[in-house]
């Protein structure tokens, strides 16, 4: 099956204790895409600008990732610079270069339109709709959103809202959504707003799946699942760790026949791999050298951190 | 097998979101007492004032629970004030009265002397030390500190740390202790320190445990193992969760006759367990109504939420 991912295709500028970068290829739809390619196959719908040479499509092409989606507009490509301090679950950003970015209009190949699943990254709001409405065949729609958009843009998010079968988010942004500080209550009023699932990620302690009476493709026990985390000695560079989540997880239910609750448990448990991966190296760096063995082996260790009868 | 449990007998009054409470039993050896007598036999060595009446005694001897070691003297109990805002993670103390607690020096009664397990609940580690020396014969040690003593007495808390088989702290504690923001490496500073296993509570995502090469009485799997926490609707009054905690894992702990890694990751489970029934109510109100079968029901839930064979 294969998943088509609208969203920013980027260069991030990046400063972490461990050390800097400077203009590494980034963006959500890069890390969801890449993360998710090691399941299922994969198509792209962004712009980029004229500093997005050979050796970025290299890195795509290299996962057999479809590309022919994302735009070639004059300037440069959007360009991200953030700072993550001691604390490094929260990205300071210093700097916002939308360049081609700001007039973007996704335009949907013809040869996209059979895409069974689809992702909408992090981006406006009325895009994400935009896209949702050009794809009314898919089986299945995820997306991601921002605190920028839940506060400044509250009348399109809710539009987008009701759009996704689950939103992914994390903690602070759920309860920003819901103005709750309880993640149950939280997650119970944003599915009445129209995701069918919710699944919040908790960073350095996992993830949690909110299933509320109408989830689909399917309701999991008792409400809700919790996924691990793997703990980390050296976090190198948190960017892209929940957009590689949303990939492992939305790759892995697209790769598989049926999406029974096993499998969905599974999805939960290969976004926490995914996203274990990316912040090891900076950038794309790690999930442009894994390999899928090295997935499987990391899923072991998942359940064996968090499984009673695992030895 | 015993538990011989040193540490505080108290009154807590507690505002939170959902209510005040005025002079509710409290204190960290009662919390532990009850969650861990669901397990195995308790014996409570403390000291209370005139007003801890038969009442309050008869909360302890509800569960089975041996108070000979809890010492009267004339005056007040300890007594605690303090307010949960919005932010249920973390108590404001608005007011500490040590009371009949600020010249308490632990005795343990010859009857105690044969207790297999020892808990040192959070009190001044020149006193929890005191106790240790006084009990070689112990298979295992646990114990539990607080800001208060990492800041103002690391001195004394080195020597504590070194009694200890298992150090049961939260994430703010732990970083503080190794002066280390990342966990991984806190865990590790912290087991050098004396502690041959570390575990450390998460709050709402749930909890941690830390193997080092010396790690007694297990060493499981992979360097760690995580547990989950149920998310809840509803937190009443976090007071003493930490402490139903240590409860719960010790409890069961003791309860078994070989402590297999198997049986340390249930025992992390049924921590969680108890930590999570101790706020659904004010005080330790919730764990006087509980069944041990509410309790194994709730471990079923945990094992559901968390693992991926469970339905």
Not at 156 to 173: F, P, R, S, T, V
Not at 175 to 187: I, T
Not at 210 to 225: A, D, Y
Request: charged share 25%.
């Amino acid at each position: 099956m294969s998943i088509l991912v609208v969203g920013s295709v980027a260069f991030d500028s990046i400063r972490t204790p461990h050390g800097t970068v400077d203009r590494c290829l980034g963006g959500a739809a890069t890390h969801f895409a890449l993360a998710a390619s090691f399941f299922t196959h994969i198509r792209v719908i962004g712009v980029v600008g004229e500093d997005f040479t050979a050796e970025h499509e290299a890195v795509f092409h290299a996962r057999k990732i479809d590309i022919a989606g994302i735009e070639r507009a004059a300037g440069n490509s959007f360009h991200w610079t953030g700072e993550y301090r001691e604390n490094l679950n929260e990205a300071q950003t210093l700097r916002t270069d939308l360049n081609v970015f700001e007039r973007f209009q996704p335009k949907i190949p013809e040869a996209y339109l059979d895409s069974e699943f689809l992702f909408l990254a992090n981006i406006d709001p009325v895009l994400q709709h935009q896209v949702r409405k050009q794809m009314p065949r898919v089986l299945m729609v995820c997306g991601d959103t921002m605190n920028y958009w839940i506060t400044g843009h509250a009348e399109n998010l809710a539009h987008m809202l009701h759009d996704l079968d689950a939103l992914l988010i994390n903690d602070g942004e759920a309860k920003l959504l819901a103005k709750e500080a309880n993640l149950v209550r939280a997650a119970a009023r944003i599915m009445e707003m129209g995701p069918k699932t919710l699944i919040v990620k908790h960073g350095e302690y996992g993830s949690t799946a909110f299933f509320g009476e109408q989830s689909f493709p399917v309701r999991v026990c008792n409400r809700f699942f919790r996924a691990p985390a793997l703990p980390l000695e050296e976090v190198v560079d948190p960017t892209g760790a929940g957009d590689s989540f949303a990939g492992g997880f939305f790759g892995y239910l697209a790769s598989q026949l049926e999406i029974t609750p096993a499998v969905f448990k599974r999805a939960m448990f290969y976004g926490g791999v995914m996203g274990s991966f990316t912040v090891e190296r900076f950038g794309t760096e790690r999930l442009q050298q894994l390999t899928r063995e090295e997935i499987d082996e990391r899923f072991g260790r998942f359940r064996e951190l968090s499984h009673l009868d695992a030895e």
